[in-house]
C-alpha cells in the first residue's frame, strides 16, 4: 500500500511551511494513484463491462482518501462533461480540491463513461467496507 500522507495545501503554502518535500511526495502519489486506476480499467474493461473488482484493488493500494481526491479532482476538473452521472458529480464537488493549474496532472484519463462506472463502484465498494467494519457512513454515501 502507497502510505504517501495526502497533502491538500498548495505548493506555495508547503514551501512557506517547508513541507515542500511532502507536496511533491503527494502530488507524485496522486499521479500514481491516476496511473493505476487508468491501468485498472484498461486491463479490466472488456468492451461492454468493467470487472467489478477494479475500484477495490486500487483502493487497497492507495487507501480511500487518496482515490477520493483523485476522483473528486478529475470530476471538478471535467465537470462540463455529460457523460458522468448527476450523482457522481455531486459527490465530487463535496471534496475540497486545493485549486491548482496543475490538477490536470493527477485527472484521470479514461473514457468518461467507463470511468463513471469505476467512481460508482469506488463508492459502492468504500460504502460496503464501512458497513462491514462498523463504521457510520460518511462522505463516500450514495
Partial sequence: MNNTPLYRG?????RKEDKLQLWRD??????LCRIAIENEIRQHFD???LDKGCAGRVLDQF??????????????E???DGRFSRSNKEWGRQTEITPSTRNYEFAVQSHPAVL???I??????????QMDHGYPQMSISM
Fill in 78 to 80: 471535467l465537470d462540463y
Fill in 116 to 118: 463513471d462506472g469505476f
Fill in 47 to 49: 468492451g461492454m463491462h
Fill in 120 to 129: 460508482s463502484d469506488f463508492r459502492s465498494e468504500c460504502q460496503q467496507r
Fill in 63 to 76: 487507501g480511500e482518501a487518496r482515490v477520493k481526491y483523485v476522483l473528486s479532482a478529475t470530476l471538478q
Fill in 26 to 31: 503527494s502530488f507524485q502519489a496522486n499521479i
Fill in 10 to 14: 498548495t505548493a506555495e503554502q508547503a
